[in-house]
């Protein structure tokens, strides 16, 4: 485990890492470097790591998101963002 600090010396992030064998589609890792440019098999694999995780956590708020309704009075009716925004112009 490798533990990261930055500022101030403070344990701020955590990142462990460890080494695993594991069978992957070699085609795939290939074309996987080719089209991220990923110099090595680790970072082309990391790549697709951080983008499935990406990918999930988006697919999650979809599926969890809340209703349409839960927002509807979530702003006054008579708000108005136009003619803020001309209230806080500066006047010449």
């Known amino acids: ?32 470097m080719k089209l991220t440019g990923a110099k090595t098999r680790r970072a082309a694999v990391d790549y697709a790591l951080h983008e499935a995780e990406k990918a999930a956590k988006v697919a999650h708020l979809v599926r969890e998101a809340p209703p349409e309704r839960a927002f509807r009075d979530a702003i006054d009716d008579s708000y108005d963002i136009l003619s803020l925004r001309e209230q806080e112009k500066p006047k010449p």
């Not at 930055?6 to 695993?20: A, D, E, V």
Request: glycine share 4%; proline share 0%; aromatic share 6%.
């Open 1 to 32: 485990m490798l533990i990261a600090l930055l500022k101030y010396g403070c344990y701020t992030h955590m990142i462990c890492r460890m080494k695993t064998t594991i069978e992957i589609d070699e085609k795939l890792l290939m074309s996987v």
